[in-house]
């Protein structure tokens, strides 16, 4: 199992190449706020637990193993979202927050989370029932 930090990296290698088609080491650095010394670091080890090979001229590429972790990292990213959104959390909260639950929940829960966001995307009552409860705890602060 990969470590948070190599999630972190991993989810990021996939998005970028996603948008761009390839992922280097200026960009992950860019990317996650960090150094390129420790990208590249980190891309060694990457590359030693089979999440990742270095290919001349192409750069990073993801391995299978890589791809099917990193495509599950972006779902539970992007569902954590989602799920922040539908209760109301403020949009300038969303992004850190997430980054901070995301690798500390099991996939049990991950799952669990989306049949939840799934029980108030297909009945949007649900949602309106929801926010009523937060108008009246909010009038009771
Ligand atoms: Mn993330």
Do not use: C
Request: proline letters at 2%; charged letters at 35%.
């Amino acid at each position: 199992m990969p470590t948070p930090s190599m999630e972190d990296y991993i989810e990021q290698i996939y998005i970028l190449i996603e948008e761009k088609g390839y992922a280097r080491v200026s960009d992950i650095a860019e990317a996650l706020s960090v150094h390129p010394s420790s990208v590249t670091k980190m891309v060694q080890k990457l590359d030693k637990d089979e999440y990742l090979v270095y290919e001349k001229y192409r750069g990073f590429v993801l391995t299978a193993k890589g791809k099917k972790i990193g495509k599950r990292l972006v779902y539970r990213h992007e569902l954590l979202e989602q799920l922040l959104n539908i209760i109301g959390v403020k949009d300038e909260n969303i992004y850190h927050d997430v980054e901070g639950i995301e690798h500390h929940l099991s996939w049990d829960s991950i799952d669990r989370i989306g049949d939840l966001v799934q029980f108030f995307e297909e009945d949007h009552t649900r949602i309106d029932a929801l926010k009523e409860i937060q108008k009246q705890n909010e009038s009771e602060d």
